[in-house]
T-cell receptor
């Protein structure tokens, strides 16, 4: 079945630094989603991408739909303590359900 | 707009007991999903409903898991009998259907199940 890989698995950064993470797939997708999950909560949708090459921003967050359609990237600028959490990518192709990656755990040091 | 509601938030049971979780999706969302999230992993789809019909239950362990959405609104997920490896967070999500395609899913807070 489809599998997603997320990199890095975890990261520790200083407050104010920029963050980059990515998600890769073994197959082509037509939709990518990025979610953030806080401890004890369900995932919250951050950004949705529907077209190869698309670049979409949501505040300090920017995500891109890779041109190969097998990857997606999420960047966070000027990180703050509340950015701490686990970031999941999810992707799907036509007529299929979303598959989730294993997540990138972000820790922000003051 | 109210989000996806789930209950209970936490449940501790002994192995071989049964347990049920409840979910009320966002109003107007035709599609409802149940996911299992084991610690340290991403959510894994168990079952998908569209209205009151099952669309995908290929990853549901049907010997012990069952789910229903009788009136096409709220849903229950049951485990009977529970095993230790069922310890996980059970997430419910819902989405709209637009032009025959499910849009992005919105999640509830989840039910954390511990089987001892």
């Amino acid at each position: 079945g489809q599998q997603l890989n997320q990199s890095p698995q975890s990261m520790f950064i200083q407050e104010g630094e920029d963050v980059s993470m990515n998600c890769t797939s073994s197959s082509i997708f037509n939709t990518w989603l990025w979610y953030k999950q806080d401890p004890g909560e369900g995932p919250v949708l951050l950004i949705a991408l529907y077209k190869a090459g698309e670049l979409t921003s949501n505040g300090r967050l920017t995500a891109q739909f890779g041109i190969t359609r097998k990857d997606s990237f999420l960047n966070i600028s000027a990180s703050i303590p509340s950015d701490v959490g686990i970031y999941f990518c999810a992707g799907r192709n036509y007529g299929q359900n979303f598959v989730f990656g294993p997540g990138t755990r972000l820790s922000v040091l003051p | 707009e109210a989000g996806v509601a789930q209950s209970p938030r936490y449940k501790i049971i002994e192995k071989r007991q049964s347990v049920a979780f409840w979910c009320n999706p966002i109003s107007g969302h035709a599609t409802l999903y149940w996911y299992q999230q084991i610690l340290g992993q991403g959510p894994k789809l168990l079952i998908q409903f569209q209205n009151n019909g099952v669309v995908d239950d290929s990853q549901l362990p049907k010997d012990r898991f069952s789910a229903e959405r009788l009136k096409g609104v709220d849903s229950t997920l049951k485990i009977q009998p529970a095993k230790l490896e069922d310890s996980a967070v059970y997430l419910c999500a819902s989405s709209l259907v637009s032009r025959g395609v499910n849009t992005e899913a919105f999640f509830g807070q989840g039910t954390r199940l511990t089987v001892v």
